[in-house]
């Protein structure tokens, strides 16, 4: 059964500095997310890509994040200058065409320290 | 401002009981709506979508109420398997982004 693949699992870095997480997407999909979990909260989300480019983002989503589809089959965030509140779970998702479900990866597990 | 609520439990209930769960919602744009499951420290796995139909999947049964923005699971037959915490998600917006509540904890219990 295909899944959302993503690495790192845990990612260790500094405050202010640049990470980047990656995702691989189910590969029929054309809607590609990001979400964030912090520990103890819920799910929120941050972007939503389709077709090449941001379709929606949220508050949460300011100019240190960007995101990318830098081939045809990775999807990446990008946090320019780390603060200690982005410690989190990013969760990629992927969404077909034909249906609203959202599919996730297993998320990449942020540690600004 | 909560636009998705659930009760946050936790639920504990025996082998083989029937659980309810309820959720409102308060964006009456959501277009969509699923039930998922989180097991801790995992990503959110979809159990199932929700129609005003009502439908239902093997133990699971859910409904959706749009005049009272009510969303509902029922578990029948509970396993030990079923512990996770269960995620009412609706989906808006012209990119179908989800948004989540808060979840409500299920234990299971031998």
């Known amino acids: 059964e295909p899944e959302v693949t993503q690495t790192p699992s845990h990612q260790v870095t500094q405050m202010g500095q640049e990470v980047i997480l990656r995702c691989v997407p189910i590969?029929?999909?054309?809607?590609f997310y990001w979400y964030r979990q912090i520990l103890g909260q819920k799910v929120e989300f941050l972007v939503s890509?389709?077709?090449?480019?941001?379709?929606?983002k949220s508050e949460i989503f300011d100019d240190q994040f960007s995101v990318e589809r830098p081939d045809g089959s990775n999807f990446t965030l990008k946090i320019r200058s780390t603060k200690l509140e982005d410690s989190a779970m990013y969760f990629c998702?992927?969404?077909?065409?034909?249906?609203?479900?959202?599919?996730f990866g297993p998320g990449t597990r942020l540690t600004v320290t | 401002r909560k636009e998705v609520e659930q009760d946050p439990g936790p639920f504990n209930v025996p082998e083989g009981a029937t659980v309810a769960f309820n959720c409102t919602y308060s964006n009456s744009a959501s277009q969509s709506f699923f039930w998922y499951r989180q097991d801790c420290r995992k990503e959110p796995k979809l159990l199932m979508s929700?129609?005003?139909s009502g439908n239902e999947d093997g133990r699971f049964t859910a409904q959706l109420n749009r005049a009272s923005q009510y969303i509902s699971l029922l578990i029948r037959d509970s396993k030990l398997s079923d512990s996770a915490t269960y995620l009412c998600v609706g989906s808006s917006g012209s990119a179908r982004q989800l948004t989540f509540g808060s979840g409500t904890q299920l234990t299971v219990l031998p």
């Open positions: 890509f389709y077709n090449n480019e941001i379709s929606e």
């Open positions: 590969s029929n999909h054309l809607y």
């Open positions: 998702a992927s969404s077909p065409v034909t249906g609203y479900e959202q599919y």
């Open positions: 929700v129609y005003s």
